[in-house]
């Protein structure tokens, strides 16, 4: 078996240069901040640059099937750049989600399509949904498929879905296209409206199988998913470590830098100590996936408890040391805030991956707290 390597290659650099300056380019703050406005800002462009010109949405399809053959490493890095820029790409439900269980069920065309960036899917289950849930909602019957799922990432940008629905001998794998008879999209009002959210309702509608047999398919669509969203949270998290630290050495007051008061020092630094701990931590999730290794599910775990509370402590020290420019909804970091919180919640809670990591490691799981009431 290999040994973990942390560190990133010159490929991998070279692919997160090429992300970073797309997202300079086009993805500044003020124009993310658009998807909030009355009529939202369409970045449908800069999916299409990064998926075909970039090719990121081929990243994780083998090379015979029209992708780079890349592996979840790189998958990563690009998910970092996504974070840091908080961009609103569909690039976790189309290129990871949808993408990883379409392969693992054995699908070559609907594939060939998405590595190419003709296409865009999601898949249709919950954001919040846990790796190894059981998958509810759908039922695939003689006159098509029907049911509802509530809060899917990646619908508004797609134009396919990938459906787990219930099948007489149990999970299987449609694909859907949006326009087809009897799907119904209901956009959300949701918290982080950079990663927009729908509720899919189905009513006899036609569809192709893909597989008969789809519960791992799905379950190792969701396991990647959240070992690599850990990546994007560190992005996040790093993003306003960077842009916090560069403002405390500049804003003064009563005549000194905020950043020379002790009380900033410390807070900065175990906030510095937390992010350490999160890169290494979503890179040792994405290198043991990468490289099929036995600890995979374990890192997974680990890295979905740490990485999506240290995002959002971040970004709150982001907001208070920035003072009152940081309450402003002109400065960009109540975006951070509110993709930390979102993606905090995504793939289940910290303590559903706790526990979970309990139960790899042969450790006692203790109560929730958030279910746990006072006497």
Request: proline share 4%; with cysteine; aromatic share 6%.
């Amino acid at each position: 078996m290999s040994t973990a390597d942390l560190l990133y290659s010159d490929t991998e650099e070279a692919l997160r240069d090429s992300v970073r300056r797309l997202f300079t380019d086009r993805c500044p703050p003020d124009a993310v901040a658009g998807v909030y406005d009355a009529t939202p800002r369409d970045f449908a462009q800069v999916w299409k640059t990064l998926a075909v010109d970039l090719g990121v949405a081929g990243l994780l399809v083998p090379e015979e099937l029209g992708g780079a053959g890349a592996t979840a490493r790189e998958a990563a890095v690009v998910l970092e750049e996504i974070g840091r820029a908080v961009a609103p790409v569909p690039f976790l439900s189309s290129a990871v989600l949808a993408t990883v269980a379409l392969l693992r069920a054995g699908d070559t065309e609907t594939v060939r399509e998405l590595a190419e960036g003709n296409r865009t899917a999601a898949l249709a289950v919950p954001l919040s949904i846990a790796p190894g849930t059981s998958i509810t909602g759908v039922l695939a019957t003689d006159r098509g498929l029907t049911g509802i799922v509530t809060s899917v990432a990646g619908v508004v940008e797609a134009d396919l879905l990938v459906v787990p629905a219930l099948g007489p001998e149990g999970l299987e794998l449609h694909v859907v296209d949006l326009d087809a008879c009897g799907v119904a999209v209901a956009p959300v009002l949701s918290l982080d409206m950079t990663r927009p959210l729908a509720d899919l309702s189905f009513g006899a509608t036609p569809s192709i199988r893909v597989s008969a047999d789809a519960a791992d398919a799905v379950a190792e669509a969701l396991r990647c998913g959240a070992a690599l969203l850990a990546s994007e949270q560190f992005g996040v998290a790093r993003w306003c470590f960077d842009t916090t630290l560069a403002y405390v050495k500049d804003r003064k007051q009563f005549g000194r830098a905020i950043g020379s008061y002790q009380a900033i020092k410390h807070r900065l630094a175990d906030l510095w100590l937390e992010l350490g701990s999160a890169a290494s931590s979503a890179r040792y999730a994405a290198d043991t996936y990468a490289r099929g290794d036995d600890d995979a599910e374990i890192a997974a775990a680990l890295a979905q408890s740490y990485c999506g509370d240290a995002a959002v402590h971040a970004a709150e020290e982001c907001i208070q040391l920035h003072g009152g420019i940081g309450m402003t909804w002109e400065y960009p970091a109540h975006l951070y805030l509110k993709r930390a919180k979102s993606s905090q919640l995504a793939f289940g809670t910290g303590y559903r991956h706790r526990a979970r990591l309990a139960e790899l490691i042969d450790l006692p799981v203790s109560a929730d707290p958030a279910t746990t009431t006072r006497s």
